[in-house]
């Protein structure tokens, strides 16, 4: 099955400054990458996703970038502020017939913007 | 506004007392899921629907149950729940099989005592 591993798994920033974070997929038919934020005490918020046809998709200050030959993708912060902080998951989607809507989760990593 | 409700927010049972937590959606989508979150790790996925097609994940627990009398509405059933069962509870729907998106209810925070 889909193996997503997830860096770092903490990460402090100082407002203004970007935050980066990387994750890794092991099956190479997932077709399907979300990245969720989850504030504490609070269900996962879909917050940017990308599909295996398109290489980086981007919404305001977050963006995303797809390596289908290295099978990783990344999550991109830019001018991050104080209420950026809070657990973000990457997740993948295997699309062959059969895994249907299953996604798997990466271990999440714990964001902390700094004033 | 549509969404996904989980009720109670905050539950807790006896060691080997059964539990029920609910799912409710307004958003009229086929598939509902159930996951399971414990303290710093990533949502695990216990089971889902589609329509009333259920489909089990291979290592959830026999003690694990769902039921889904409708589309609006999902049950989880812990039948004995062991300590190791506290965690976050996790419902999601998306709209079809095709749906790449899944929308997350705000979870059912466990205590087992």
């Known amino acids: 099955g889909e193996n997503v591993e997830q860096h770092p798994s903490t990460l402090s920033v100082q407002e203004g400054d970007s935050a980066v974070i990387k994750c890794t997929y092991s099956?190479?038919?997932?077709?399907?990458f979300p990245w969720y934020k989850q504030e504490l005490g609070k269900g996962p918020q879909l917050i940017i996703d990308?599909?295996?046809?398109?290489g980086e998709k981007k919404d305001q200050r977050i963006a995303v970038t797809l390596n289908k030959t290295a099978k990783h993708f990344s999550l991109h912060i830019t001018e991050t502020q104080p209420e950026d902080s809070a657990v973000y998951f990457c997740a993948a989607r295997n699309g062959v017939t059969g895994g249907g809507n299953k996604l798997t989760f990466g271990t999440g990593t714990q964001l902390k913007v700094e004033l | 506004d549509a969404m996904v409700i989980q009720n109670p927010r905050y539950q807790v049972t006896q060691f080997g007392k059964p539990v029920t937590l609910s799912c409710s959606q307004t958003?009229?989508?086929?598939?509902m899921y159930w996951y399971q979150q414990k303290s710093s790790q990533a949502p695990k996925l216990l089971f889902h629907y589609y329509d009333k097609d259920f489909n089990n994940e291979a290592d959830t627990p026999d003690n694990f149950q769902s039921r889904r009398p409708n589309t609006s509405f999902c049950f989880l059933d812990i039948r004995s729940p062991g300590l190791g069962d506290a965690a976050m509870y996790l419902c999601?729907?998306?709209?079809?099989?095709?749906?790449?998106?899944?929308?997350f209810g705000p979870g059912t925070r466990l205590t087992v005592l």
């Open positions: 958003l009229n989508h086929n598939v």
């Open positions: 999601a729907t998306s709209r079809d099989r095709a749906s790449h998106e899944q929308f």
């Open positions: 099956d190479s038919a997932s077709n399907y």
């Open positions: 990308i599909r295996s046809n398109v």
